[in-house]
């Protein structure tokens, strides 16, 4: 079993679609949880830190459960900027590295 | 503010040829340093860590290796490219890590990249 796992996609939807993706991670003592944002040929970007109670940022809201060890991202009013790739990123060992998903490509249309 | 800097953008070398990339922190003192490579559709694979002056820490064999000459600058090397060393070529800091509560620290930022096609 992958230790961070995504699936890849892509989801294709229309403009001011919600979208929500979910990413697994397989060690129940990860410590902290990001999703992240890569463009076509970019470097990829921090979007945003998961926390325990959920947090809400603008259209994006993501949450952790714990108890089944899944994170998600809900995107709400899709624009088309929003296309990307979405990383799931999760602190497996407690310790300064991070591993990170394959990634959820996200595809929004007019 | 922290800035990142990673060059060159693009590389193109021939099989058997050296490798040099650089990669410099700004506006923090002692990061921590990662490479990472992507291969084409595909997720990040960390390469090499440091944690300070001298310190790398490789995750996977290979012929590449990582040199950290000063706080906040770190290169990866190669004496002879193979064609499976195409990639894009990322490099990332993260502050300090102190205590258990430190998620934020966690957080790691990249450079720009370096696209290497090795022909």
């Known amino acids: 079993r992958k230790e961070v796992e995504q699936d890849p996609g892509p989801f294709n939807v229309p403009e001011g679609a919600t979208v929500a993706f979910n990413c697994t991670y397989s060690n129940s003592a990860s410590q902290s949880f990001f999703w992240y944002r890569q463009d076509c040929r970019k470097e990829p970007k921090l979007l945003m830190s998961v926390y325990s109670s959920g947090n809400e940022d603008g259209r994006f809201t993501a949450q952790l459960n714990r108890a089944s060890q899944y994170i998600s991202l809900l995107i709400r009013d899709s624009k088309l900027s929003d296309s990307a790739t979405y990383l799931c990123v999760v602190n497996i060992n407690a310790g300064n590295m991070l591993t990170f998903g394959g990634g959820t490509r996200l595809m929004v249309k007019p | 503010s922290q800035t990142i800097h990673q060059w060159p953008a693009t590389l193109v070398q021939p099989v058997g040829s050296p490798l040099s990339l650089e990669c410099t922190v700004e506006?923090?003192?002692?990061?921590?340093l990662y490479w990472y490579r992507q291969a084409a559709g595909r997720g990040l694979q960390l390469l090499f860590y440091?944690?300070?002056?001298?310190?790398i820490s490789s995750e996977v064999p290979q012929n590449l290796s990582a040199s950290r000459p000063q706080d906040r600058q770190f290169i990866l090397s190669s004496k002879k490219l193979l064609l499976s060393d195409s990639g894009f070529y990322l490099c990332a800091w993260s502050g300090r890590r102190v205590g258990r509560s430190q998620g934020a620290k966690n957080i790691q930022y990249f450079g720009a990249g370096t696209r290497l096609s090795v022909l």
């Open positions: 440091s944690v300070g002056i001298g310190q």
């Open positions: 506006g923090t003192s002692n990061p921590n």
